[in-house]
């Protein structure tokens, strides 16, 4: 695998994200962008896996979703209130996939710095 084709071996990456990983790493060599890939694989979330965790909020779990996604203060309000009555668990569901790729763009931008910085 080429070394500008090693975003195309992340595991579970959408072509959104690969479009968007590309735009961002354009400006990298090859040795910063393979610690970048080695950081950001680590750091990304999966949509299909926030899905499930929001699904938990279904069986009194609400919550795990936010948690995962570094959310801790909404997080906490879903756990005790569940889920705002179950009302913002089902918002969570629809929109898990948006919130997935805000996550994870937020990652990008933290990889990127951490590369940039010599990390």
């Known amino acids: 695998m080429s ?4 975003l195309m071996g992340i595991q579970g990456i959408t072509p959104e994200e690969l479009m968007y990983l590309q735009q961002a790493t354009a400006s990298l060599n090859d040795d910063q962008l393979k610690n970048f890939v080695f950081l950001y694989s680590g750091k990304r979330k999966n949509a299909q896996d926030i899905m499930l965790f929001t699904l938990l909020g279904f069986l009194g779990f609400a919550g795990i979703q936010r948690f995962v996604l570094n ?3 909404m997080g906490i309000i879903y756990f005790l209130t569940i889920g705002f009555c179950w009302i ?25 710095h951490m590369v940039l910085s010599g990390f």
Do not use: A, F, P, W
């Not at 070394?3 to 090693?6: E, L, S, V």
């Open 71 to 73: 959310q801790v203060g």
């Open 88 to 112: 913002g668990t089902i918002v969570d569901l629809i929109n898990h996939k948006s919130m997935t790729d805000e996550y994870n763009q937020r990652v990008t931008r933290e990889c990127m």
């Open 3 to 6: 070394n500008r084709n090693i």
